[in-house]
Structures are given as C-alpha cells and as structure tokens.
C-alpha cells in the first residue's frame, strides 16, 4: 500500500525489531457492510419521505411543501425543517428517539431504530459521506464483524447518552454510529502508532470529520450528545477490538523451531484492553 495512505502507511520491509506489522495490504477484506449500510440509510430515508406526503398531511402553517414536482415525496416547509426532509411527526411515528415514549411508553427499540432514521437530505449525504470514507477502510482492515459490532454498539451508545440529556426534543441520525468508527479510528491509531507511517495526515482527517459532524450537530434533530455518547462508545470498543500484533511475533512464526519468539502484544496493549472492558461493561 502506498505511503500516502492515511491509514496504513508502508515502511521498509523486513523490520524485526518487534514494531508492528506495517503492511496489510495482502490480508484485507472486501467491504461489503459498510455499502450495505448506506444502502439501507437511504432505503430507510425514502421510506420516511413516501410516509411523510407533504402534499397530503402539511396544512401550509410554515408555508408550502418544497420540490414539489416530487410529489408526495417532496419535503417540508424551510421554516419547519432546513435539511429538505420530513416533518417531525413522520420522523417520531417511524422511530426517532423520544424520551417521553422510551420512558413512559417502554420503547426501548427507539434507541436503536433512530440510527437509521435521518432529518433530510443534506443530514444523510453528509453522514453518508463520512460512513463511506472511515467505514469502507476499517472494514478491509478489521474485517465486517468487528466494524459491524463497532458501528451498532456505538450508535445504541449515543442513543443511551443522548436519551439522558435530550428529554425535550427528538433525535435521529447514524452519527452516533460515524462517531463510534471516528472513536475506533483514534483508540487504534493510538494502541498501533508504530504502524502509521504518516501520523500527523491521520490525526489531521480525523479532526477535521470530527470537527464536520459536530457543526452538523447543531441542526434540528441532531444532537451532540449522541455524537459524544457514540465516540466514547467507539473509542473503548476500539481498545477491544482492534489490536494488531507486534511485527516480530508475526515474523516468529516464519522462523525454526526453538528460535526467540516476541509476545504477541505488548504490555500497554493488554493493559488498554483491560481497561477499555471494564470502562465498557461498567458504561
């Protein structure tokens, strides 16, 4: 893989001083879940619009239904939804969180149907983007069950976090979940630095993502708090999920019977793990 890469950046070959392994390129998967996940974000959005039918069910006191000529698909009025989607009663009848209805009316299965709902099109396409871009690498890199895992466990923790603190408003939105692999992407930056050849490039792209959906946060129907809820998630199950080996214990198993054999992981790495575990049962 080529230098440049912010993720995995390729060093000189043959290193055994016990650093990590350097180049993956031979041992990645295909990603296939990740673009299945947007697929279905967006299936899940049509559907939201196709219930909406502004036509139909807006009485016009914010003014008139925009696009139109899409019909029943055609979004609300500006004043009452800027991100060209639906009405708010659309976006809590087909599963937005709402703490009132988790509460009193025990619908737990609000905190994990929000991640797939989205407050309109300028809401999805900008977490569509950032899913394509952190999840399809994490996904040849860690495989679909460890991706998989980090994105639903993440999105239900922004959804916990979010339940405590938003009681007012409803929220919906996959952020949680993007913010769970932007997490993933630091805690495994930082448990296999010596892998990275370009540190600097990896940490500036990860600030910049982070810094994108935080500014999306303040927009109606998303909230920050999922956002934080989803990387704290993310970042712990990071330190679990994805260690990578020392380069040296790799090598080990290429060499002759009695030779020195290097831990599979170090010292630090176990101690994150742990850490991390804890952190997340006790969370």
């Avoid at 290193?15 to 279905?40: C, K, M, Q």
């Avoid at 396409?125 to 690498?137: A, K, P, Q, T, W």
């Avoid at 009681?167 to 979940?177: D, E, L, M």
């Avoid at 930082?190 to 959906?213: D, G, M, Q």
């Amino acid at each position: 893989m080529a230098s440049s890469d912010l993720e995995r950046g390729k060093e000189k070959a043959g290193r055994t001083n016990g650093d990590y392994r350097v180049d993956t390129s031979d041992n990645e998967w295909t990603s296939w879940l990740i673009p299945s996940f947007v697929v279905a974000n967006v299936i899940v959005f049509i559907v939201v619009m196709y219930v909406n039918d502004c036509p139909k069910n807006n009485l016009g006191f914010e003014g008139g239904c925009v696009a139109k000529a899409l019909g029943r698909f055609s979004f609300e009025p500006l004043r009452e939804n800027p991100l060209f989607g639906p009405s708010s009663s659309a976006l809590k009848k087909l599963g937005a969180l709402d703490w009132d209805k988790i509460v009193h009316q025990h619908q737990g299965w609000r905190l994990v149907s929000c991640i797939w709902l989205h407050a309109g099109v300028i809401h999805l396409i900008v977490n569509m983007l950032s899913l394509v871009f952190i999840g399809i690498r994490l996904e040849q890199q860690f495989g679909f069950a460890r991706v998989g895992i980090l994105y639903l466990l993440s999105g239900f923790g922004g959804s916990i976090l979010s339940s405590l603190f938003i009681q007012n408003n409803i929220s919906v939105g996959a952020s949680g979940a993007l913010f769970g692999l932007l997490g993933a992407m630091l805690s495994e930056l930082i448990t296999n630095w010596t892998i990275y050849s370009n540190k600097a490039a990896a940490l500036f792209t990860l600030t910049v993502i982070i810094v994108i959906n935080l500014a999306v946060g303040i927009l109606p129907y998303v909230d920050n708090f999922a956002h934080i809820g989803g990387f704290l998630t993310g970042l712990l199950l990071g330190f679990v999920l994805l260690l990578r080996p020392q380069f040296g214990w790799v090598e080990s198993q290429y060499l002759p019977a009695g030779a020195s054999v290097h831990s599979k992981y170090k010292v630090y790495q176990y101690v994150m793990w742990v850490v991390s575990l804890v952190l997340l049962i006790v969370g």
